[in-house]
């Protein structure tokens, strides 16, 4: 019993000793999956802006298609009005090699001579005028297609570029998350338990400032809009941040954002630069609830749902969805907007 007694404590001793050793190594961890988080945001940021622009770059290549079918379509039109004076210039006696150059698209036989050009009746005239000039719009209207396809390979080329930095990232972040929940499970354990009740008693209290009606020192911006988005934006606290993601049970921050103001009817670009721009610009000191809060250069780095009190309602990295105060969880904003309805 006594020998059993002393193997007890000897053995409570090293687990001591391991465990300090542990919450060591524990913390350095979660500096360094810090450090990722703000990585991927970034990451996530590229890759929207890349899409968004390549939807751009696709749009403006569909209208250069259809212009371009249209001014085919005058072309063989005016091809079709030629032949035709040709069939009627044959059977009136007139000579047809002249009318044979206009029909061939190589530049030799289309050159008129000054004395063809002086024979040529006003009505023909006018059909050779139009015809080169159709020529003419179906070259520009190549050249500026081929302007815009390139355009889209190009957003394309950036966007496979952002997804293979964005893989290796998660793949670093999945390799040290093993590594931590191998060797620190209960740690790890303890740490989501004691996240997870932080975040029930911040939404909780948040919660109770915005049951039933939106309570808060200021007015709501664009008042019910901004309310049912904040209500909507409550109901997905505790949802897990994930890359890319619009909802309804994961997101990122621009997924988030347009998820909850989508809720109230307002549609929202999946990036959080897209959404900057769409917003009117105002102080901190005009912050109402509703209005957004942007980080990075032109708001492309991460994006919020001010919700009165200095807190905010928003996702980020492996804190998903929740509430924080407005300063000391990131780095200082970079502007604030405002919904125009």
Known sequence: MLIATLAGVLVQRADAVTIAE???????????????????QAVNAQHEEATYKLNQAEAAANAARAL?????????????EVRDYAVRAYVDGGSTSDTDAL????????????????????????????????????????????????????????????????????????????????????????????RRAEAEAARRAAASRYSGAINVNAPAANGTVSNTAIRAGFTKVGSPYVWAAAGPSAFDCSGFTQ?????????????SGAQYAMTARISRSQLQAGDLVFWGGGGSAHVAIYIGGNQLLHAFGSGGVDVTALDGWWMPPSGYGRLVL
């Open 68 to 80: 371009l079918e249209q001014t085919k379509a005058d072309l063989a039109k005016r091809q079709s």
């Open 259 to 271: 998820w909850a103001y989508g809720q109230a009817g307002v549609r929202l670009p999946h990036f």
């Open 103 to 194: 029909l061939s698209d190589s530049a030799e036989d289309r050159t008129l001579t000054r004395t063809y050009l002086q024979t040529l009746s006003g009505d023909r005239e006018d059909l050779v005028d139009s015809l080169n000039a159709a020529r003419v719009r179906v070259q520009e209207d190549e050249k500026r297609l081929a302007a815009v396809e390139a355009e889209a390979q190009a957003a394309k080329d950036q966007i496979a570029v952002a997804l293979d930095a964005a893989k290796a990232k998660r793949n670093e972040q999945a390799a040290l998350k093993a590594k931590v929940d191998g060797e620190l499970a209960q740690l790890i354990r303890e740490e989501e338990a004691r």
């Open 22 to 40: 542990k919450r060591a190594e524990a913390a350095r961890v979660s500096a360094r999956l810090a450090e990722l988080d703000v990585e991927m």
